[in-house]
């Protein structure tokens, strides 16, 4: 019971580090569309309040287990994060790195996937297709039993997979750009990446926009192996330009 106040604590301070990480992600490539795409999101202000407002629930949700985690790994020993640099060869770091991340993905494609069913579709998945056109404030609108999906992720890896705090913190700035500019409406990256060989495992806004156009394809978060795998990959997004600085 004495935990408990540190407990409420943590959780509240990795909600408001989650909300302001998202803010100014958001923000930031929000204010770079503006910038490079003016006038994309004229007439977008209500749909974008309510991104929003989901996005910053969705924080509050995903606030508490990462905050209960943070508590158990500070005061407990709880997880598998270290901190010590030799505790593990060197060459393990990026391979944790792509353990966290094939992870997270696995587990993202398979219950978005599950979230295109009918039934759980208009029960919590609509919210995030509500943005019609996705802007960059969309990354997180999440109806709140879609969030908790997405929320317990890193936490339950932490426990199963040994990972540096620094290449923590380097899996989750992927996971909030790669988040963001996915849904920004327009392709950041270059041609001649995305249309490469690179650009056939990896997911960026050319991808996931045609997830938003069609809906029942293009589940991936970070690779499109799984989408490849069970037949659901269904190629680019003709519908924006992409940037070429090739």
């Known amino acids: 019971m004495q935990a408990m106040p540190l407990i409420l604590a943590s959780m509240l301070a990795m909600t408001g580090i989650i909300a302001v990480r ?47 985690v943070a508590w158990g790994w500070q005061n407990r020993g709880w997880t598998l994060i270290y901190t010590y640099l030799h505790a593990y060869p060197l060459w393990y770091l990026p391979v944790s790195v792509l353990a966290y991340l094939f992870a997270h993905d696995t587990w993202f494609y398979w219950t978005h996937r599950a979230m295109h069913r009918p039934r759980l579709f208009r029960i919590a998945h609509a919210v995030h297709h509500a943005s019609r056109p996705p802007t960059a404030w969309a990354a997180m609108s999440f109806h709140p039993w879609e ?4 929320a317990i992720v890193i936490p339950v890896l932490v426990f199963l997979i040994p990972i540096h705090v620094a290449a923590l913190g380097l899996v989750l700035t992927i996971m909030t750009v790669m988040g963001v500019t996915n849904h920004m409406g327009w392709e950041m990256f270059p041609r001649w990446l995305v249309e490469g060989p690179a650009g056939r495992w990896l997911i960026t806004a050319s991808h996931h926009q045609r997830h938003h156009e069609h809906y029942p394809c293009n589940y991936g978060l970070y690779f499109r192996v799984w989408d490849r795998l069970c037949g659901t990959d269904k190629g680019l997004s003709g519908a924006f330009k992409r940037a070429d600085t090739a």
Do not use: K
């Open 147 to 150: 969030a908790l999906t997405g």
């Open 22 to 68: 998202y803010l100014l992600s958001s923000g930031g490539f929000a204010l770079a569309t503006r910038l490079v795409r003016p006038g994309l999101y004229t007439g977008l202000d209500r749909q974008i309040g309510g991104e929003i407002r989901w996005s910053l629930l969705s924080a509050a949700l995903f606030g508490a287990p990462a905050g209960l």
